[in-house]
């Protein structure tokens, strides 16, 4: 019997969990809190132990060392159908035989529960994903996107205290995929399941995670709500794996009244605002988003980008592409170091776009940039 969770206590707890295969550490001294309600999504590269940890998890897996904690009761001995925690599987793994209503029902049958109350259940779950009608279809008489609605409902039918989902929306096209983030989304608010969601699909994990775990070689990196994993990377592997970024290494060479004066080889001296926590290391690397960096046929005034530091670098356009939204730029500067810019189409014609052989200056403020040790 699982209890529930005290107060303070987080519904899902993973406490130094570690898990091998033969010579190779899939998933090294792990610690994690998930609170209920909560979307959570674990995010990291193809082999960074994600999936294993769901496993465990799920109960597919058992771990080498610790423990996973639901509602304060350890789980990690507890067999798969005996914990209310239930897992969507990435190719959905639908009975092909059965019926919409009879994949459904599979687990309530297993489980005993009475017809009566199955046919209720079933019932519900073909409501809440809406597939009302279809509910003597067999899975190849369905879509991709209804599909993954049948293993959806069939993983919700026992009313689970968690919910895994395992690359869920992988199989699914760009449109189908956008749409059903924003039912996934409204789902959970619903029903105020907890879900863990794994991806490798960064966009698909800040879109729909209120907290993202990025993890890197068995271990949790960073813990971050997805704007603070954006702007506030806790190392530069972070900074490089989610989305795009300038990097500049350099030297600090003089510090104050909040700010930094670094020295680097590709763009000169850079002026940044020294956020906390302080930086305690004269080698550091300055990172700035694409997005933050501004084009300009000549050097902006300063009171073009505030009362702050402006850096400007001067280079030439070598390649524009056109992505709708926004027009990303690379602009290679003297030393030979390319900086990328993204900046938004505001006008419907051309007016404000460089093209590739322009001279431009490259510019961000003190406060675009942020500074990470080596």
Same mark, same amino acid.
């Given at each position: 019997?699982?209890?529930? /969770? ?34 959570? !999504? ?8 994600? *999936? ?146 794994? *991806?490798?699909?960064?966009?698909? /994990? ?32 972070? $900074? ?13 060479? !003089? ?88 900046? $938004? ?30």
């Amino acid at each position: 019997m699982i209890e529930s /969770a005290g107060l303070d206590m987080p519904l899902l707890r993973i406490e130094g969990v570690a898990k091998s295969f033969g010579n190779f550490r899939a998933v090294d001294q792990l610690s994690l809190d998930i609170r209920a309600g909560e979307f959570f !999504a674990l995010l990291g590269p193809s082999g960074c132990g994600k *999936t294993t940890l769901l496993r465990m998890l799920a109960g597919f897996e058992t771990p080498d060392e610790g423990r996973i904690l639901l509602g304060g009761n350890d789980i990690a001995q507890v067999l798969p159908h005996e914990r209310p925690v239930n897992m969507m599987f990435q190719n959905y793994a639908l009975f092909p035989h059965l019926s919409v209503r009879d994949n459904i029902a599979f687990g309530l049958r297993r489980a005993g529960m009475p017809r009566a109350e199955i046919a209720t259940r079933v019932a519900e779950m073909v409501a809440l994903v809406r597939l009302e009608g279809m509910e003597k279809r067999k899975p190849d008489q369905l879509s991709g996107g209804q599909r993954q609605r049948v293993a959806l409902a069939r993983s919700l039918a026992r009313r689970p205290q968690v919910l895994l989902l395992d690359e869920p929306l992988a199989a699914l096209d760009k449109k189908l995929r956008e749409s059903t983030q924003a039912e996934l989304m409204e789902l959970q608010r619903r029903l105020g399941t907890t879900f863990v969601i794994v *991806t490798h699909d960064q966009e698909e /994990a800040m879109t729909m995670a209120g907290r993202i775990g990025v993890m890197n070689a068995g271990r949790l990196v960073q813990v971050a709500t997805p704007r603070n994993l954006y702007e506030a990377p806790a190392t530069r592997w972070i $900074a490089e794996f989610v989305g795009d970024i300038n990097l500049f290494e350099g030297q600090v060479i !003089a510090s104050g009244h909040s700010r930094l004066t670094i020295s680097t080889s590709e763009a000169g001296t850079l002026t940044v605002s020294e956020l906390w926590p302080p930086v305690t290391k004269n080698v550091v690397s300055v990172a700035i988003r694409p997005e933050k960096v501004k084009l300009s046929r000549r050097a902006p005034a300063i009171e073009e980008g505030g009362p702050q530091a402006i850096n400007r670098l001067e280079g030439v356009v070598t390649e524009a592409n056109y992505l709708g939204g926004v027009t990303t730029y690379k602009v290679k500067l003297e030393s030979g170091a390319v900086v990328r810019a993204a900046m $938004a189409n505001t006008a419907r014609l051309d007016v404000d776009a460089y093209l590739a052989g322009q001279r431009v200056v490259a510019w961000f403020t003190a406060d675009d940039c942020l500074v990470l040790e080596q």
